[in-house]
């Protein structure tokens, strides 16, 4: 990012696998988030699609704590 900056936009960073696990991904998130969106261009996402096993309330809060931490404001 430091090489290329705003040539470049980074997406996802988040591992699929933590889904399942609640604390874990919200962990993650709030370890990984606010050094990849570090001068913008990040765009939340998993490495790999959502599993079916998440469910919605999970999803939501997932996806909500995304909205706070990936927001530039």
């Known amino acids: 990012k430091q090489a290329y900056g705003n040539d470049l936009v980074l997406h996802g ?4 696998v ?3 696990n609640p604390e874990a991904i919200e962990e993650e998130m709030r370890k ?3 050094v990849v969106k570090e001068n913008g261009g990040y ?7 959502v599993p079916s096993s998440v469910g919605f ?3 939501r809060r997932i996806t909500s704590l995304a909205k ?6």
């Open 32 to 34: 990984v988030i606010p």
């Open 68 to 73: 706070v931490l990936g927001n530039y404001q």
């Open 13 to 16: 960073g988040i591992n699929a």
């Open 43 to 49: 765009i939340f996402s998993s490495d790999h699609s």
């Open 57 to 59: 309330e999970d999803f």
């Open 18 to 20: 933590l889904w399942e």
